[in-house]
């Protein structure tokens, strides 16, 4: 079974400060919820069967983007004991991908992703639907399955996700606030109630895909595999939910939204409108409204809207403008969105539009830039800064002590008390053996001067719960080494009360509260040592 952890999303149809208190207050959170049950067709998971495609693929020698593993340093060895196995399943497997391979690697990652999402759970992965209704993606690399199956008990993969499965964990608390905040501003913006349904929208979590997003939907199913680098992709998962969200309108109303056809003679001809808008109108539409309902989303400047709705012109997305002038209306109207998008559709002037289409300059097919949203500065010093902690974090992975430390150091001088500086830096203080400094540094992750309890003043965001609950996990840790038990106690407790700690964390603080550090037992690469 996959791990999930579910969320439910609730709106009402009266103001949107109302509505979002609401909706806030009806996501609930809860692991190993079955898929199906109600409230739960919004989740995190991570999938066995992702999981052992890709360990498939490590083994055959996937150019994997190793960087996002950063904080998962139990699947970097896993990946690396992978590439070094021989047998004969090993070796059937090495030849298949050898004879399915694709020029560009993200198109091969692509093909494996949809073999897994529609694939059963180990060890047969038995196809969930007939074949007839599999994708082609799946279709070209047809006898993977039975490949898969076979290295899946040469590789002893059962055993090997059993290990690894805490930190998937991680990961997917990680991933729970990004997509809870989703859902809310969403479905309080569309106004929409989402009742519990067999529609689900999934969000997988996966290291190994790194930095290349895979969307996917078979009928009512969802599915946005993303790995687990510094940098959510907050974007995407967004773009994949409003999928979820708004496709059913331009079926449902279909015969309203093809009175508006004509539109697409003109798009077609932007020379980077993507193939598959060229010619199925209902899906232009769709996409067109999704990219509208983002930019409203983005609270931008007029000037801001203008450069974005010009790019989309010229990219052929030529319904934007008009769809973000009809949401313009409806933010003033009452109903919600599944009732108001006939509206909507009424509300474009075919024949305005086409001579406004006419005069538009298509962009030829090279990319170019995109219009800088934030100022140019800021955005640049943010990057740099999730650069940095990624390399640190890189460095902690491969337990490499002083390189995590100068480059955690490096940071906080330019970066004065950054919390995820510090810690870093504690952990590396912890690898290092060096029980004083790291106790220093989580004790001022969470401690104020004079030793009260650190509180979000007025104005500024409240603490990550992940780095406060492990810092008071560590200091438990050190001062159970140092034999000053109730002071442990103390930690392990206040880690436990932390509101939105990870489950990993609970789990760490519930052992040392009820028996004490064991530092023999190997409960992870970073978990303190004995000065």
Known sequence: MPIRTSLQASAGLGCVAALLAHTIAAIPLAHGQQSGAPGSNISVEASQQVFATLCALDAAGFDADVSTL?????????RDDLLKMHGPATEALRAFYRDHALAQPSETLSRYITFALVAGPPPKF?????????????LA??????????????????????????????????DQPPLRRIV??????????????PRTFTVYVEPLVGNRINFRNFGDHYSIVIGTGPDIPITDI?????????????????????????????AARAPRLPVEYQTDFIAFADECLIKAVELRLRKMTPQQLEVALAANDRSGFIMVRPFVRQLQKFEKAEPAMTYYFPDMIAGIDVHAEKERAEKIQFAPNEPEPAAEEADPAAKAETSELDRWLADGDRQIAAQDVPAATAAFEKILEKYPDEPRAVYGLAVASVLAKDADRAKSLFTSLVYAPGGAPKVARAGENAADPTITAWSHVYLGRIYDLEDERELALIEYRAALAVDGAPEAARVAAERGAESGYQPRSREGNSSPQKP
């Open 70 to 78: 950063a904080q998962m340093p139990g699947r970097l060895a896993l």
């Open 238 to 266: 967004q773009h994949a939910y409003l999928h979820f969200m708004l496709d059913t309108l331009p079926l449902r109303y279909r015969k309203e939204v093809d009175g508006k056809k004509t539109l697409l003679e003109i």
């Open 141 to 174: 690399i047809e006898g993977f399955q039975e490949i898969l199956a076979n290295f899946y008990a040469e590789a002893r993969l059962g055993a090997r996700w059993t290990s690894i499965e805490p930190e998937y964990n991680r990961a997917i608390a990680r």
């Open 126 to 138: 038995l196809f969930q639907r007939d074949r007839e209704l599999l994708p082609p993606d799946v």
């Open 184 to 197: 809310t501003v969403t479905n309080a913006y569309l106004r929409e109630l989402l009742k519990p349904s």
